[in-house]
């Protein structure tokens, strides 16, 4: 194609006088320069010099679309009748949780076996229960699942690993990295990848080598682009170390889940758009499986819009069309580089106070999480941390939806 | 490896470490191509971004692919500019004011189709549109209620009006001077785009020869009295929702443009008088994708085609765009996914890199937004302004291979197309009601045959569809009350140059008074100027072959019967998305597509024929009665008359 002579070419350097004239003489690179949330560089422009870095991220994204996942708790009284509905509506995977620890698995999965749903058990007996049900099962054990979801002073149990993968028949996904719930505790972005490597390694140590298939559970919270680079930077994290664990059969599957710390208590309409900006961007950084929150609770409304999301990305928005669509943009390359850096950083960290059992049992991740929480907190009270309904724009003149 | 065998992990870095093994997926996707013809691939990689420019390419710099400014929202986020208007003059001031004290930036404004059409609320014909779709405008005293408390020097202010532009602007530029402002300090935009009028959006009033006349007086007015206006919204919006694809609207809207800067230049102006304050409008669709391409193309496109004229002044070749979500992508049922759907075009629309955005609400398939489905759209942009970061960085996917081969795909499909059957069939003014709607209804056709089949998905009306109606509440407008009230408020003398439909009004419109380098005359009498037009609905009289009107033509035709607006002639304005959506609701029938509303308001707007001036002109004759407002008629309607 053709383009016009007279419409010549700019480089970045005249790009910078230019906003340096703007900006009456300051480096606009150091001037709006912004950090994310996980504390990445973010520059205001960003050009072919910043391309992708070497092979490392090329086709982090091994397939386009994703399983639509919705997680129920057999102890609720209403469980089966929200998954009987989860699955009309389109849910592919049921992630099954059991707090009351009494719930009738069995009972639960023969109902809804005939409707072909894949189910994802995430402790040992749903799995039992649900392989004796000749069901369509993975596993998600995770032994330091609790640690992440509150503090514990129980020592943790690794060799639950090696009886899930006794369980399923070879080659089949039994574990499972869950590190959402350090994000809804304060933990960040970089925290979440580096507790993925540690865990993984560990677990490796503790197991003689297991290590097979693994999935991983990330958050995805509300900035877009540090999220879909988060997404990226664990596949490409996921590359290297079955590569340094010199595993055959190494694949990760990658499960985003709505961050809920991100969804306001009040206002809670406009967490339907929360919501939505939490699925698109899983969806844009290649999740394998995509959990949405409701917006409001379990009302129906909100579950109901949480399950029918998929659809409409994968219908309507065709973004389930191509696998990693940002790819080789060079800010989305650029972030994915720092984030992977930095939870190699981390991880490194982990691994020098003496893996993540250790960093867990000397308080060390519970001090990190505190750390978090705070700086959150006085950034919603000073207002550099916006929440809209919640601390700006809080004038509420509409009539709440019924 | 055995767990002895471990690395230490503790002193490796990370450069050290070797990635993965690269993953390679490069073939066509198994699926059908995207309404546009694009192919699109499974997977993209660095191949797909050669032979681009887009290495060359920086913000803020021609061709502006990358946005037209050099540091788009990280310095200045986009405008929020929800567009609104209903019943009365009073309740839309009211509604303004408390959407800007919660967080909107501008105003848009809706004004209801009798406005459009040059009626006064009190004209029987437009009984049942007064206050509908938009606010009631018919004298100062409306506008000055309609802009009472919001200040005119720091309110940019867009203003739907077509057809009747010339008393509306009229209208604004006294109430900001009644407010001490002067014209030339006034921000926003009118739109003015008369051209897709004749093709898909139907409140025109005048033939298009002298609509374009009227399009060149108004560049003229502003650029001499009105610097900082945009004298233009060259829409494409309209094109998408009435059916158009991307590329089709990409390229119907910028061969108007061309046409504009034509007759900015047949009027006498120099390019850079007017070029720079011409901006576009555009839908954003569904596939978010394309729609980020399709913006970028457009100003890659639009910089290429300004080039021939020979601007001096850069931004003269510069695309600035306010975007609108799709009406047509809403449904009826399932309101709820509404919100998504807007999430998702907003977003593209902000990655595109738009100047000012309207989302639109989750019930406004139903009928005009509440506070409460307003705030959720209003919010849809500020979660995306202040907690998405996707301000931070100008152009987020520049570089992306899947996104810089589609801009480039979708600039090929529009150079491809349209643009030079334009240019043979001698513009885009010259062949209203003819080859310009071809597209877009065979696309229209092609789209609702898919979503009949179930073939292409919508969520809530062939797939996951609710077994009961949603409970969310919606705002009903009384028109017999709103039509009421404003009698009431004209006989207390409120609206004081409001006539009866009865009165006589000046024979034919004027044309604006000739603008000079700089406004020298006094305020005082530009005011009255300005409010002599105020006062003077345009005479609707004007000759269908587009000739000066005259007595003596009107009286030709006086066999001919003048349909009333309600019913069919009424639907033709179906496309407006605003009149469009809570009208079609009531009317949704079983069938899965035409409980869209929109496409349900597609299918009604491709039954029409769209009026052929050029076929009436003929006969020389005027298309309406002497003494009687403008009516349409399609060329069987003039033929059976005749």
Known sequence: MKQDARLRAATREEWRERVRAELEDEDPDVELARRTPAGAVALAVYGPEKGPVGDRYEGVRPDAGWVATETVDLGDDDAATRASDARRLGIESLRLVDTSGRADVAGFVEALDGAGARFVATCPRILEAALRSHATCVGAIDPFRASTLAPVSAPIDLAVDARAIELVPAGVLALEVDASGLRERGGDAVLELAWFLA??????????????????????????????????????????????????????????????????????????????????????????????????????????????????????????????????????EDLTDQLARAAWERFRDIERAGGLARFVATGALESCLAEGRSARDAALADGSLVVVGVNRYTETTGRAGR | ?????????????????????????????????????????????????????????????????????????????????????????????????????????????????????????????????????????????????????????????????????????????????????????????????????????????????????????????????????????????????????????????????????????????????????????????????????????ARLLWAELMAPFEPKDERSSMLRTHCQTSGWSLTATDVWNNVVRTHVEALAAVLGHTQSLHTNSLDEALALPTDFSARIARNTQLVLQDESGICRTADPLGGSYYVERLTQEARREELGSTSPRSKELGGMARHRGGPAEAPHRGVRRAREARIDSGERVIVGVNKHRPDRADD?????????????????????????????????????????????????????????????????????????????????????????????????????????????????????????????????????????????????????????????????????????SA
């Open chain 2, 1 to 297: 490896m055995s767990a002895n065998d471990l690395p230490d992990f503790a002193s490796l870095d990370f450069d050290d470490v070797a990635g993965g093994p690269p993953w390679v997926l490069h073939g066509r996707r198994d699926s059908s191509p995207t309404p546009e013809g694009i192919e699109l691939l499974a997977a993209y990689g660095p191949s797909d971004r050669e032979g681009t420019s887009s290495t060359d390419w920086m913000p803020g710099f021609a061709p502006y692919v990358r946005g037209p400014y050099t540091t788009m929202y990280a310095r200045r986020p986009w405008t929020v500019r929800q567009y609104a208007g209903f019943s009365t003059a009073e309740e839309s001031n009211a509604f303004y004011r408390k959407n800007l004290a919660a967080g909107q930036r501008g105003l848009s404004i809706a004004f209801d189709l009798a406005t459009h059409r040059g009626y006064d609320s009190d004209h029987e014909r437009v009984a049942g549109d007064v206050g509908m779709a938009g606010v009631a405008i018919d004298s100062i005293e409306d506008m000055r209620i309609l802009f009472d408390g919001i200040p005119l020097d720091r309110m940019s202010v867009s203003m739907t009006m077509n057809g009747a532009v010339l008393p509306i602007l009229a209208l604004y530029v006294v109430a900001a001077e009644e407010q001490g402002v002067a014209p030339e300090k006034l921000t926003g935009t009118i739109q003015n785009d008369i051209l897709k009028e004749f093709m898909v959006r139907n409140t025109y009033i005048y033939p298009p020869a002298p609509s374009m006349r009227i399009v060149g007086d108004v560049f003229r007015y502003t650029s001499a009295c009105m610097p900082r206006f945009n004298s233009i919204s060259i829409s494409g919006y309209h094109m998408q929702e009435a059916g158009a694809t991307a590329d089709v609207e990409l390229a119907y809207t910028l061969a108007d443009g061309l046409e504009y800067v034509r007759a900015g230049i047949e009027a006498g102006l120099d390019v850079d008088r007017f070029a720079p304050r011409l901006s576009f409008f555009f839908a954003i669709g569904m596939n978010a994708f394309m729609e980020v391409a399709k913006l970028r193309a």
């Open chain 2, 472 to 640: 969310v509440p919606v705002l009903k407008i009384d028109n017999a009350a709103v039509r009421a009230r404003r009698s009431s408020a004209s006989k207390l003398g409120r609206s004081a140059t409001a006539r009866p439909s009865s009165a006589r009004w000046p024979r034919s419109p004027r044309s604006p008074p000739e603008p000079r380098a700089t406004c020298s005359r006094p305020r005082s009498r530009r005011r009255a100027s300005a409010r002599r037009w105020a006062r003077c609905p345009p005479r609707w009289n004007a000759c269908s072959d587009g000739t000066a009107p005259s007595r003596a033509c009107c009286a030709a035709c006086t066999r001919t019967r003048c349909p009333p607006t309600t019913g069919r002639s009424r639907r033709r304005a179906s496309a407006s998305p605003r009149s469009r959506s809570a009208r079609d609701a009531s009317r949704a029938s079983s069938s899965p597509s035409s409980a869209r509303t929109a496409t349900t308001a597609a299918r009604r707007s491709s039954r029409r024929r769209s009026p052929t001036w050029a076929s009436t002109s003929t006969s020389g004759r005027c298309s309406r009665r002497p003494g009687r407002r403008p009516v349409r008629r399609s060329r069987t309607t003039c033929t059976s």
């Open chain 1, 199 to 332: 865990s993984v390694v560990e677990r490796f140590r503790a197991n003689a080598g297991i290590a097979l298939r693994y999935a991983v559970r990330l958050a995805t919270g509300r900035d877009v682009f540090e999220e879909v680079a988060k997404l990226r930077a664990a596949r490409a994290l996921a590359g290297t170390l079955g590569h340094m664990l010199e595993q055959e059969r190494w694949s990760v599957e990658i499960r985003a889940v709505g961050l809920r710390l991100a969804l306001a208590e009040v206002d809670t309409a406009t967490n339907a758009v929360r919501a939505s900006s939490q699925a698109v961007t899983a969806a844009l950084g290649g999740a394998d499986a995509i959990e949405v929150l409701p917006f409001e609770g379990a009302t129906g409304r909100a579950l109901r819009l949480s399950r029918t999301t998929h659809a409409v990305l994968r219908d309507e928005a065709w973004l389930d069309a191509v696998a990693d669509p940002t790819g080789g943009a060079w800010y989305v």
